[in-house]
């Protein structure tokens, strides 16, 4: 068997994509499920996040299990496969493990460092030991990659290479201004009470926000996680409580919000937000027109009219004056000229009510003036008399936001409609991936990338170890039998031999049998841990005509115990 990941994340996929493809909590058991009744594939762990879907199996085929795996994504996340694709990553064995401790130590993440990932792996651990797909391997690898990540964060300043989502968001809706400056005194509205939305909660009752408001689904959750935040000793932040129903008159008093729910729809639409911003300063929100500014002097751009006998670009560029203007037609012949005169004459005409424009009779009357003096003097001599200029309008300044929003649900609780409302700004997935592309990394960053590597040879090294441990315990058993065997014949054949001699004769071949197999057994669990070490195990069990069945007997035995190690943690920690 094999290790396998499918997916996608920010980095290959846009965020429509993601946003459609996000399973709901019945989606993703059901996925897990399905991927262990297929045939490539003999455990499953889902890692999904607001930025990611993975799905880690164990395969005992590579291109099988890629096609399964892909088409249970497309499946389960309602996009088609073929739309699906172009969006997916393989990672297969040592490159899989690779991937996930990246991610661990969020190397992968949209902010570079961000330890909440380490959260969602533990979920995603926890969510396949319940269902019971995950095995030895996917126990090992998850379990493997917190403590890389742990290790990453521990021994590093990755830290300081970027931030939680939350964190990042509000220094996005800051603009610059410290985030606790710029939240001191605010109100707050939090929309859902989940991990990122508690996480988010509790950032801005730090930052030193007045009040934080949670509305949520389910009011038990959003009343414990204001009791925590009005209880807590770091802040002395009021904290209230409220059915989702309200959220649109708290949206009214807000400062901020913060939307994360598991929403399949919009939780706050354009509408909504204008609504509330208008209950807020008494006045209609204006939409932001973004729509170009018209260029210099009122006039179409050059190429954008047909029928023209000149070379508008080309015009256009050399001289930078308007294409109707004396620095246009400076230097045509006279043919030439006729056609362009006839052109703007064409041109000069407003087709709302026929009536032609002041701006257009003083160039119809400039191209006739120019046209004689081509009759007389054959063609006109270059001339480059610049036109006056008129200055281009300037948008008046943005007012300042009256509301700031903070999406990080996805997909999006927010409509994206939002963006265009004046007096609102809006952060969301989308816009959290632009900026975050272009952040700097941290030194820190190329110690943790060596962690990884680290980590992952480690890795390696003791699944083909573990790997031909079954045999060694095979080998080891059928030597046991061995000696039992010949120590009963020896029986028949002395029966005479008191206890104390038959107990030397037995602890004498024992002993002679295990040092025989202490050599062999040791250096080929050394051999095993090396790159191309699996074989030693087919060569073990060719060698001492191990049956296969006690092999395999001896890896259940093996995977029971590991799941009734991790049901006994599971049940420690319930207690």
């Given at each position: 068997m094999s290790l396998l990941v499918v997916g996608l994340s920010h980095r290959s996929a846009p965020v429509s994509v993601l946003e459609r493809a996000t399973l709901n909590a019945d989606a993703q058991i059901k996925l897990l499920?399905?991927?262990?009744?297929?045939?490539?594939?003999?455990?499953?762990?889902?890692?999904?996040?607001?930025?990611?879907?993975?799905?880690?199996?164990?395969?005992?085929?590579f291109h099988a299990g890629v096609a399964e795996l892909s088409t249970l994504l497309a499946q389960h996340s309602g996009v088609g496969l073929e739309e699906l694709t172009p969006y997916l990553y393989v990672h297969y064995e040592d490159r899989a493990v690779h991937h996930l401790f990246s991610v661990a130590c969020g190397l992968d993440?949209?902010?570079?460092?961000?330890?909440?990932?380490?959260?969602?792996?533990?979920?995603?651990?926890?969510?396949?030991?319940e269902l019971h797909t995950a095995g030895r391997l996917l126990n090992d690898l998850f379990q493997q990659a917190l403590r890389t990540g742990k290790r990453a964060h521990s021994e590093t300043g990755i830290d300081r290479a970027g931030q939680s989502l939350v964190t990042f968001g509000l220094e996005q809706l800051s603009a610059g201004t410290a985030v606790e400056a710029w939240a001191k005194g605010k109100r707050a509205l939090v929309i859902g009470a989940g991990s990122m939305s508690s996480l988010a909660a509790a950032t801005l009752a730090r930052a030193g926000v007045a009040e934080v408001v949670i509305a949520?689904?389910?009011?038990?959750?959003?009343?414990?996680?204001?009791?925590?935040?009005?209880?807590?000793?770091?802040?002395?932040?009021l904290a209230r409580a409220v059915p989702m129903d309200a959220v649109p008159a708290e949206l009214t008093?807000?400062?901020?919000?913060?939307?994360?729910?598991?929403?399949?729809?919009?939780?706050?639409?354009?509408?909504?937000?204008?609504?509330?911003?208008?209950?807020?300063?008494?006045?209609?929100?204006?939409?932001?027109?973004?729509?170009?500014?018209?260029?210099?002097?009122g006039l179409a751009p050059a190429g954008t009219d047909e029928g023209c006998p000149l070379d508008l670009s080309a015009v256009q560029g050399a001289t930078g004056f308007s294409v109707m203007g004396e620095a246009a037609v400076a230097g045509m012949d006279a043919a030439t000229l006729e056609q362009h005169a006839a052109w703007v004459d064409r041109g000069t005409v407003d087709r709302r009510d026929g009536r032609r424009t002041p701006e257009v009779e003083v160039e119809a009357e400039l191209i006739t003036a120019l046209a004689a003096t081509v009759a007389a003097g054959g063609r006109l001599p270059e001339r480059r008399r610049p036109e006056p200029v008129v200055e281009a309008r300037r948008p008046a300044p943005a007012p300042a936001p009256v509301l700031a929003l903070l999406d990080l649900a996805m997909p999006r609780d927010i409509d994206a409609a939002v963006h265009r409302l004046l007096g609102v700004r809006l952060v969301d997935i989308e816009s959290l991936a632009e900026a975050s592309a272009d952040a700097?990394?941290?030194?820190?960053?190329?110690?943790?990338?060596?962690?990884?590597?680290?980590?992952?040879?480690?890795?390696?090294?003791?699944?083909?170890?573990?790997?031909?441990?079954?045999?060694?315990?095979?080998?080891?058993?059928?030597?046991?039998?061995?000696?039992?065997?010949?120590?009963?014949?020896?029986?028949?054949?002395?029966?005479?031999?008191?206890?104390?001699?038959?107990?030397?004769?037995?602890?004498?071949?024992?002993?002679?049998?295990?040092?025989?197999?202490?050599?062999p057994t040791v250096r080929v669990k050394q051999l095993a841990?090396?790159?191309?070490?699996?074989?030693?195990?087919?060569?073990?069990?060719?060698?001492?005509?191990?049956?296969?069945?006690?092999?395999?007997?001896?890896?259940?035995?093996?995977?029971?115990?590991?799941?009734?190690?991790?049901?006994?943690?599971k049940n420690r920690g319930r207690e």
């Amino acid at each position: 068997m094999s290790l396998l990941v499918v997916g996608l994340s920010h980095r290959s996929a846009p965020v429509s994509v993601l946003e459609r493809a996000t399973l709901n909590a019945d989606a993703q058991i059901k996925l897990l499920q399905d991927t262990v009744a297929a045939e490539p594939a003999a455990e499953a762990a889902l890692l999904a996040t607001c930025n990611r879907i993975e799905l880690y199996a164990d395969v005992d085929k590579f291109h099988a299990g890629v096609a399964e795996l892909s088409t249970l994504l497309a499946q389960h996340s309602g996009v088609g496969l073929e739309e699906l694709t172009p969006y997916l990553y393989v990672h297969y064995e040592d490159r899989a493990v690779h991937h996930l401790f990246s991610v661990a130590c969020g190397l992968d993440s949209m902010v570079v460092g961000e330890g909440q990932v380490l959260g969602q792996i533990k979920d995603a651990l926890a969510t396949a030991q319940e269902l019971h797909t995950a095995g030895r391997l996917l126990n090992d690898l998850f379990q493997q990659a917190l403590r890389t990540g742990k290790r990453a964060h521990s021994e590093t300043g990755i830290d300081r290479a970027g931030q939680s989502l939350v964190t990042f968001g509000l220094e996005q809706l800051s603009a610059g201004t410290a985030v606790e400056a710029w939240a001191k005194g605010k109100r707050a509205l939090v929309i859902g009470a989940g991990s990122m939305s508690s996480l988010a909660a509790a950032t801005l009752a730090r930052a030193g926000v007045a009040e934080v408001v949670i509305a949520n689904r389910t009011p038990d959750r959003a009343e414990r996680l204001a009791q925590i935040l009005t209880e807590g000793d770091e802040t002395d932040v009021l904290a209230r409580a409220v059915p989702m129903d309200a959220v649109p008159a708290e949206l009214t008093r807000a400062d901020v919000a913060v939307s994360c729910t598991g929403a399949t729809g919009l939780v706050l639409t354009a509408e909504a937000v204008a609504a509330a911003v208008e209950g807020r300063t008494g006045t209609p929100v204006a939409v932001r027109d973004e729509t170009p500014a018209p260029a210099a002097g009122g006039l179409a751009p050059a190429g954008t009219d047909e029928g023209c006998p000149l070379d508008l670009s080309a015009v256009q560029g050399a001289t930078g004056f308007s294409v109707m203007g004396e620095a246009a037609v400076a230097g045509m012949d006279a043919a030439t000229l006729e056609q362009h005169a006839a052109w703007v004459d064409r041109g000069t005409v407003d087709r709302r009510d026929g009536r032609r424009t002041p701006e257009v009779e003083v160039e119809a009357e400039l191209i006739t003036a120019l046209a004689a003096t081509v009759a007389a003097g054959g063609r006109l001599p270059e001339r480059r008399r610049p036109e006056p200029v008129v200055e281009a309008r300037r948008p008046a300044p943005a007012p300042a936001p009256v509301l700031a929003l903070l999406d990080l649900a996805m997909p999006r609780d927010i409509d994206a409609a939002v963006h265009r409302l004046l007096g609102v700004r809006l952060v969301d997935i989308e816009s959290l991936a632009e900026a975050s592309a272009d952040a700097p990394m941290a030194a820190d960053v190329d110690l943790v990338r060596r962690i990884v590597a680290d980590e992952v040879t480690a890795f390696g090294a003791a699944q083909r170890a573990a790997h031909i441990t079954p045999t060694v315990v095979a080998l080891r058993t059928m030597a046991a039998d061995v000696v039992a065997n010949e120590i009963a014949r020896l029986d028949g054949r002395l029966p005479g031999l008191d206890e104390k001699q038959r107990g030397e004769i037995t602890q004498t071949v024992r002993r002679v049998v295990d040092k025989l197999l202490h050599a062999p057994t040791v250096r080929v669990k050394q051999l095993a841990a090396e790159p191309g070490g699996a074989g030693y195990a087919d060569a073990l069990r060719t060698l001492f005509d191990l049956d296969p069945e006690t092999v395999a007997a001896v890896s259940r035995a093996d995977d029971r115990d590991t799941s009734d190690s991790t049901e006994n943690a599971k049940n420690r920690g319930r207690e």
